[in-house]
């Protein structure tokens, strides 16, 4: 057994490990990446782009078969090759994976390790059967993986999750979704675009990440125009039956039992971190009641048991805090820089909360929860809100995207803007000068005071923000169209 003494030890060469690294690496030559699973991050390997790549197979069959209504006929049926999308899937995801690897590959040999850590002293971790490392600083960046009910176990060898999918050789008939989630929206719709037999199921009424209720209902009745997604199913059993599964569940709009038949049974059911798998007993952390270390979400440092910081950090979906890849690379950014600092801690930069689903139409949230602006202003009747309806909205009209609602959110008496869900046309991009509005703080009526050229989808929102305006009583009701604004605002 070989033991290596150094100055900090990173668990986990994902995102944010790898922004731990280098950030750490600037403070001291003596750091050591650990990684047990293969290296090229999840978001490459198995996450953001293998399925935004699905995503944009999926558009490119939607929009070819909806082009009648623009009077463009394509003749033919629209032919999805199983084959050919996912051999472009694969292909470019390998390349990202391939550009990430670059990347590790340029990481000095002597300061990378390969297999799974454990702690088995505050200061000490276990690495496979061969290392132990003695660590004045360690930073778990060891990630999440997905997780799904005993129940689906049933369903054997075609049981998946996203980390198989993106594996098929070609597209199946059928897959059961179950979790209409981020993940189960993206892949689930994704899949029925490109001619998979899809249901999809959830529970408790939750969809996607929205929780104002008005965008979650709107978001409900417009995707079951054209998928099948029951936000509260009664799902009865699971069962494997040759090469298939079979769900026995209680059809959404009649009530009928129904005993279908798909080839995979995708669990879409949520992610749980890694955490569990590091022997935290041993690590002497303060941990809360899902065993994740409790940490400080501005210098990421977590906590010994008496509640005194302890020389060990988290970054990353291990944290469980915004399971995104942005909030990844920045919490890897901090928790490498103070235990590179250590003891010397700095509080650092935290990014206005922001989290965008890939579904269509797009579904996004700027801010904090829906929930948690409520707790914090609704109780004072401080929360002023407005909102806005695509379905007349000129330019998402004329894209025939005209579906879609956005609710906007602020302080009264300080007109503050505080957040916004949105359900729409163009919501990757609305979403984003909502957060860059809101890490500025700007008022509603600063943020009117912006240019909004005409005819585009963010005419839609300054009618939101008028609308919110109206709410705060700072400005003037809409009490008809803006006639200044150009058709269509
Ligand atoms: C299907 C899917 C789609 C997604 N799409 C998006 C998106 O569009 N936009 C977005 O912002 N986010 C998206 N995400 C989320 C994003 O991918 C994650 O938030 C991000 O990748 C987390 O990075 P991380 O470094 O925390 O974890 P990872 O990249 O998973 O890194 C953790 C690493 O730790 C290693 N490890 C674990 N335990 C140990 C151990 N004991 N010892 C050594 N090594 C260990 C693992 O092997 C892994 O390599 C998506 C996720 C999924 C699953
Ligand atoms: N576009 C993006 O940024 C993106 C894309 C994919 C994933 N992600 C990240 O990955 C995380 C995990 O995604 P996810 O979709 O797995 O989790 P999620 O928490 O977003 O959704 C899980 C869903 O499964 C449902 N569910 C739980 N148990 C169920 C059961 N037994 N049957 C049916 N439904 C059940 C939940 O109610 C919820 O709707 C996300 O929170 C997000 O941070 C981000």
Redesign the pocket.
Known sequence: METRHVDVAIIGAGSAGLGAYRAARAHTDSVLLIEGGPYGTTCARV??MP??LLIAAAEAAHQARHTAPFGINVTGEVQVDGRAVMDRVRRERDRFVGLVIESIDGIPDTDRLRGHARFVAPDTLQVDDHTRVIARRVIIASG?R????G??EAAGDRLVT?DDLFEWETLPESVAV??????????GQALHRLGVRMRL?????????LQDAAVRDYAERTLNESLYVD?D?T?EGVDRDGDQVVVTFIERNTGQRLIERFDYLL?????RPNTDRLALEHAGLLLDSRGIPRFNRYTMQCRISDGEPAPVFIAG?ADQE????HEASDEGRIAGDNAGRFPEVRVGHRRAPL????SDPQMATVGPSYAELETRHGGCDCLATGEVSFENQGRSRVMRANRGLMRLYAEHGSGLFLGAEIFGPRAEHLAHLLAWSLQQRLTVSQMLDMPFYHPVVEEGLRTGLRNLNADLQLGPAILEHCMECGPGD
């Open positions: 996450g953001c399925s935004k999440s997905p997780k799904y009910p129940l689906f996203s179950f979790g209409p989630g981020v993940i189960g929206l993206e892949l199921f959830g529970v408790g009424g939750a969809l996607g990440p936000t199913a799902v669990a879409a059911t949520g992610r979906d915004l399971p995104l890849l989290s965008i689903v890939f």
